[in-house]
């Protein structure tokens, strides 16, 4: 169910496309949901309402269906939206909520297995405030009394209201029961809303057993209504991934402050500083050490590899031992060799340094083929781009580059070759001779400075 508006957001974007950890909080549950059951016979159905198309669109592709939900009159108004799309051939139907991100696909498939024999399968839980929830009402006490309904906060008494075990807002059941059923639910309650947890006590009055299932923690049940509840599940989420990653052996400087938003996976003996930010997927080989307040995404880091702190890497390979920032960016298409070091202030976009290339201060690769050994000066810069055309830069072994260098592409430094600091090269620089190309400079005898005359 993905059809509410989310007025509590107080955003123009549709609730479940708020983002928890990179991802929309749909498309976590769409995730947790392709871990369900036989992923040949299973059909998953978002129902949509509130911008239907902006929802449809941010998960086509996926092999989902989609049922319009306009306008929208409650939980179980919703489910009878999906009615012609439920196959009757399919046995078992899930209801999962598209604005309760952390469920996880283990407590979704009990749920569903729970249904498999025919029964009506509810995910509750104890909350020490249940304010707001259905609340399950069981004949007797304890946690093995039969469940006979679900009541609405709204809708409950105060005797009703002070019980504890709510409804999480997810279900399971028998496809043909669960058509039936909610074809005749009714709205006569509090809301004037057709709610789904009326089928409850539907199947109790045909002997369907009702089951409750106990979700194992609260953090996989908890819902989006707000700002506070997003960022509250964000830190869930970072505990859980920070926590999977100490387990692994990871040395986190402080487990509150990263954030993993796609996969980090770590090799052994890695170190993590404070503030570090990992998006895509990035790999770190054994004994890479990440600065604080590095913003990492879609990178390979070798092993041994050390990344100074403040540093930006994005479609990047670093190599074995390599050393990175203070300061720098890596851009897309950046490749660095074993042992290279690029140290403050020094972008790499789309050039490959080979083993033991060093770009220390202040320098800008763009466009570059680096070869080993070679030494490039600060503030030296390729000028790759001429405003229509991209042109490459090929810098051959052991080169050194002085300082202040404009390396004009296309053009090609040969192995060895010096460059004269403060030059502008714009031809070919041959292989192991100084090149030159600045204004001589000249001294002028017998000049004086002008003067400014004697104040009155
Ligand atoms: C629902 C349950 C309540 C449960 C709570 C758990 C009903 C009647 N009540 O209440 O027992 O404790 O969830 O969070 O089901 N939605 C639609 N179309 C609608 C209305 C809702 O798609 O017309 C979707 C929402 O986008 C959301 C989910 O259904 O994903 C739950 O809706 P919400 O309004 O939050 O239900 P509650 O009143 O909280
Ligand atoms: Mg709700």
Redesign the pocket.
């Known amino acids: ?4 508006k989310g007025t509590r957001m107080k955003s123009a974007r549709p ?2 496309l708020h983002k928890l950890a990179g991802r929309s909080l749909l498309q976590h549950v769409l995730d947790a949901v392709a871990g369900v059951g036989d992923p040949a016979g299973r059909h998953t159905i978002v ?1 949509t ?1 509130h911008g239907a198309e902006q929802v449809e669109a941010a998960c086509a592709g996926q092999g989902l269906r989609f049922a319009r ?1 306009m306008p ?7 489910v009878q939206q999906a009615v012609p799309v439920l196959a009757d051939g399919h046995e078992t139907t899930l209801v999962l ?4 991100p952390l469920i996880r696909a283990a407590t979704a498939q009990a749920l569903a297995d729970a249904a498999a024999g025919g029964a009506l399968a509810l995910l509750t839980i104890e909350l020490a405030d249940p304010f ?3 609340r399950i009402l069981r004949e007797g006490s304890g946690a093995d009394a039969p469940v006979r309904a ?1 009541v ?1 906060q709204k809708d409950a008494t105060p005797a009703q209201r002070a019980l504890r075990e ?4 997810m279900m399971a059941a028998p496809t043909a029961l669960l058509k039936r059923w909610v074809m005749a639910l009714g709205n006569q309650n509090a809301q004037k ?1 057709y ?3 009326d089928v409850v006590a539907m199947a109790v009055a045909e002997g369907v057993p009702v089951v409750a299932v106990a979700a194992p923690d609260e953090t996989e049940v908890l ?1 989006v209504n707000s700002p506070h509840q997003l960022a509250d599940l964000e830190r869930r989420h970072q505990k859980r991934v920070a926590d999977a990653l100490m387990d692994a052996g990871v040395r986190l400087a402080d487990p509150a402050r990263l954030d993993v938003r796609g996969t980090l996976n770590c090799g052994g003996d890695v170190e993590i500083d404070v503030g570090c930010v990992f998006e895509g997927t990035v790999t770190l080989g054994e004994g890479v050490r990440i600065g604080a307040h590095c913003v990492i995404r879609d990178a390979t880091i070798a092993a041994g590899a050390v990344i100074h702190p403040f540093t930006h890497i994005e479609g990047a390979e670093v190599g074995p031992g390599a050393l990175v920032g203070p300061y720098a960016r890596l851009r897309p298409g950046a490749v660095l060799g074993a042992e290279v070091h690029i140290g403050n202030f020094v972008e790499v976009k789309n050039s490959t340094l080979a083993a033991g290339a060093k770009a220390n201060h202040l320098a800008y690769l763009g466009d570059a083929t680096v070869g080993a050994r070679v030494n490039y000066g600060a503030g030296s810069i390729t000028a790759n781009y001429d405003g229509a055309n991209k042109h490459r830069t090929t810098i051959g072994d052991d080169v050194h580059v002085g300082s202040n260098c404009v390396l004009v592409a296309p053009v090609t430094l040969g192995a060895g070759a010096t460059i004269g600091g403060g030059s502008t090269v714009s031809k070919d620089a041959p292989a192991g001779q100084l090149t030159v190309a600045r204004a001589k400079q000249v001294t002028l005898p017998g000049w004086t400075r002008p003067k400014k005359p004697a104040k009155a």
């Open positions: 169910m993905a059809a509410g609730k479940v129902i309402g939900q929208q009159l409650g939980t179980g108004h919703a909520n598209g604005d309760v707001g929830y259905g679900i609405e709510v409804y999480t807002g809303e709610y789904l947890t819902g």
